[in-house]
């Protein structure tokens, strides 16, 4: 629906979101190319906002496309209640519906792929505001074969990840929630991998 050199206008509201951000201003214009970097890369909660509103004129609207997607594909454990993942009421998932909608974005649309495999990439560039996006999954910069998937962290989710590496021709997606920390989070990933492998 969006094209990636097209140019986005935050709202108040995507500005507000609070978490992880690249901290947008109201009226600021960005590329989709620029605003799915910031997701996949940094988890701006802002940008996201930002592209859902762009893609169904608000939040909720597009929340209600996450979960009619959710049923399409069947998982049966999952409610979306925002874009963000932030914590609020009657928002869930498992680990086993996070892989398979993994496996589905990979597969569907691989160019996810060339956002999350990146350790680092900057927006803004040149500008008085350019703002370095850094990869919270670290495995990206130092397992060869690591090329995604996304990171997340909150209170009461604890440290989870969902993966996905590729070695010779196998492409494995594995999935870690409630992890005490990052360095726990990052070796039980890496002992799914090792197993699977």
Known sequence: RLRLDQELSCSDYAKSMGGSQIFL?????????D???SVCIASANDATVMLAESISGSEKVFV????KKAKELELNDT???N???LPTNNHYTSAYDMARMSRYLINNYPKVLEYSSKYEDYIRVGTPKQFWLVNTNKLVK???GVDGLKTGWTEEAGYC???TMKQDNMRLISVVMGAETINDRTGKVMSLFNYGF
Do not use: P
């Open 83 to 85: 874009c963000t993942g």
């Open 161 to 163: 990840i969902t993966s």
């Open 142 to 144: 130092h397992v060869q």
């Open 79 to 81: 409610m979306f209640n």
């Open 25 to 33: 201003s109201v009226g600021e214009k960005m590329t989709v190319d």
């Open 35 to 37: 605003l799915l970097k």
């Open 64 to 67: 209600s496309l996450m979960n």
